[in-house]
């Protein structure tokens, strides 16, 4: 007999005696599927074995009439092939993928293989004639190539009958931050069982040797490419919603001054009812090196300031040393008898000292008033033009300082009782105040750039509650170790966007190729904005608290994959652990700001915020940041 030819042969092998049985390794008897030889053949090495079932050797035997999707693997490993794919996954990863004029992937459909591309916000399904070497798009007089790596570099130089030319492969990727790139090769280099969403609940068995067969790598490549696209709702309306408020900000509160530092100036001003009461003083006129309004109406508008959220003991014990000075006021009359106003009797040696009250209404002689000359609620008994001089808030319906209320003058927002300040909110409408220009548009491009990734994949509801917790629990971290410092901006909302993309590392670390590297190059990131942090101007505190609270919340809320019972015992096991130290660490917070309210715990605490790398830098943290 002659030596059969290779399509022979072939068909030899299709033909095999699929009815006996064999002794599978759970003790069952089961049905031979194809063999290792027919699985060279038809280019599934590593995809069929002893075990495949009846339906997958059917599936395999249609695949093979057409001449093998992969032909022996060579397509397997490039970039643009996604193997077995519906029209709708295909359709929901491209997008995921931003829907380029040209990003494009070639897929394994029910008939044959099919070219997804995108052009002008569409999806142009394309099938191609695939037998034993030979490829082409089924359009009239369209030419045949002998792979389809030669298909592929054909269109990528030259449309031909497609609507544009092939110029980017959609990476084999459908993850919540996009990390999850090359997962066949990835499954194929060792998994430690089947990979399932956390919705779903189909029990795969685990290898012991860490490998997955080929029908469980089939499971995590067809669940990835099924996980839902969303659109980024949520982080759309923020982005609105900031961009309208900043606005408003310049519109409303105008221009500070431009610069790195305060600009300081001396003069001499009068301070007293005597045209001789003269004194230099030296005021700093505000600035602000974000192009935007001057911090005091930020904090009269929402700014993150905690002597406006709490009965802060500092802040009262000043003013109540001031009112205590106060009792011994009266009211003192200039030697020409024109004007007068509350002075001590120290300070009223040169005119009439009354103890009583000065008179006020139509033709009163009141010059001096309370001036608000600070965010903490200092007040001073001056002259208009010293008011004036330091920035200061005159209060033309007062006599003295304990008559008035400097601190709701600060806080504003309709503060009700000013002995018991409680603007709580302030924790959340801070997130949508910026500093200026500059700060608002680099949040808002981080915040698109990384913000729409995540939510395209995790959906608006689990991206706002993380953005939301990260946000405020990164404003409470910073209000506990910097309270005396006006702070704005999402800046602790966007870590914990960025704390996301560190926890769908470690979720699906094995479906990374190269996940060291990834993981060296996102802590690197990390690190680079943090160390940016300890430059005076910027909160780091709303950093470091926005990253912990982002990582936290990430665990809870986040979808993840596993990988066999030991791996989902091990994640719900961490998700059972972050719950109650997410809760308890927001109220542990809480408690220190509005009852401890110090930070003599963590004397070192200050580092983190600033770093003295000269004398001088870190002297004027406490008047300069606002971000």
């Not at 929901?92 to 070639?106: N, T, Y």
């Not at 310049?250 to 001789?276: K, N, R, W």
């Not at 109220?587 to 700001?593: P, W």
Request: aromatic share 10%.
């Amino acid at each position: 007999m002659g030596r059969k030819t290779r399509a022979e042969e072939k068909e030899a092998l299709l033909g095999e005696d699929d009815d006996m049985p064999v002794r599978s390794r759970d003790g069952q008897r089961g049905q031979r599927g194809v063999s290792r030889r027919m699985s060279q053949w038809l280019g599934l090495d590593g995809e069929v074995d002893e075990y495949t079932s009846p339906e997958a050797r059917a599936a395999l035997r249609a695949r093979a009439g057409r001449g093998g999707a992969a032909q022996g693997g060579a397509s397997e490993t490039e970039p643009f092939y996604h193997g077995p794919m519906t029209q709708d996954a295909a359709e929901r990863r491209l997008k995921v993928h931003g829907m380029a004029d040209g990003l494009f992937l070639i897929r394994e459909g029910t008939r044959s293989l099919a070219l997804a591309l995108c052009y002008k916000g569409r999806v142009d399904q394309t099938y191609i004639d695939a037998s034993p070497g030979a490829y082409r798009l089924e359009c009239p007089g369209q030419r045949q190539f002998r792979t389809l790596r030669e298909l592929v570099a054909n269109y990528s130089q030259q449309a031909g009958a497609l609507p544009c030319r092939l110029l980017v492969a959609c990476p084999q990727s459908n993850s919540i931050t996009g990390m999850r790139e090359q997962a066949p090769q990835a499954a194929e280099e060792g998994l430690g069982g089947g990979a399932t969403p956390r919705s779903a609940s189909p029990k795969l068995r685990p290898e012991r040797k860490g490998k997955l067969k080929a029908r469980d790598r089939a499971s995590v490549q067809r669940k990835l490419a099924e996980l839902p696209t969303f659109k980024p709702y949520f982080i759309q309306l923020v982005t609105f919603l900031q961009l309208l408020v900043l606005v408003i900000e310049i519109g409303l509160g105008g221009m500070a001054h431009i610069g790195f530092e305060p600009e300081y100036f001396t003069e001499d001003v009068q301070v007293g009812l005597e045209q001789s009461q003269v004194e230099s003083v030296t005021a700093s006129k505000p600035s602000n090196m974000f192009i935007g309004p001057p911090t005091a109406w930020l904090v009269k508008h929402g700014a993150n300031y905690a002597p406006c959220m709490r009965k802060d003991i500092a802040v009262f014990a000043a003013i109540a040393k001031q009112n205590e000075q106060e009792q011994s006021f009266g009211c003192c009359t200039s030697t020409d008898g024109l004007r007068c106003g509350m002075t001590s009797p120290e300070d009223c040696e040169s005119g009439n000292f009354d103890p009583n009250p000065c008179p006020t209404g139509v033709g009163s002689c009141v010059y001096l008033r309370p001036c608000c000359v600070s965010f903490d609620g200092q007040c001073r008994v001056t002259t208009r033009a010293y008011c004036d001089f330091v920035y200061g808030v005159w209060n033309a319906d007062s006599l003295d300082c304990s008559s008035t209320s400097c601190l709701k003058k600060t806080c504003g927002l309709t503060m009700k009782n000013p002995n018991r300040p409680a603007q709580w909110y302030r924790l959340f409408t801070s997130i949508f105040l910026h500093a200026g220009i500059i700060h608002g548009l680099v949040v808002i491009y981080l915040q698109q750039s990384l913000g729409n990734r995540v939510e395209a994949a995790a959906g608006w509801l689990r991206v706002a509650l993380i953005y939301l917790i990260s946000g405020i629990g990164g404003n409470i971290f910073s209000a506990v170790f910097s309270a005396g410092v006006p702070q704005v901006g999402a800046t602790g909302a966007l870590y914990g966007l960025l704390a996301v993309t560190v926890v769908d590392l470690f979720q699906s670390w094995q479906l990374i190729e190269r996940p060291w590297r990834r993981f060296t190059v996102i802590m690197l990131q990390t690190l680079c904005f943090l160390m940016i942090g300890t430059l005076p101007w910027v909160d780091n505190f709303s950093h470091v608290g926005g990253f912990l609270f982002g990582t936290l919340s990430a665990i809870v809320f986040l979808p993840y994959i596993t990988f066999g019972t030991w791996d989902a015992l091990r994640k719900r096991c961490l998700l059972l652990l972050c719950l109650p130290l997410l809760v308890v660490s927001m109220l542990v917070l809480l408690v220190v700001f509005y009852e401890v309210q110090g930070t003599d715990f963590c004397p070192n605490c200050k580092y983190i915020d600033c770093v003295p790398y000269t004398s001088e830098i870190c002297k004027n943290v406490e008047g300069d940041r606002i971000i």
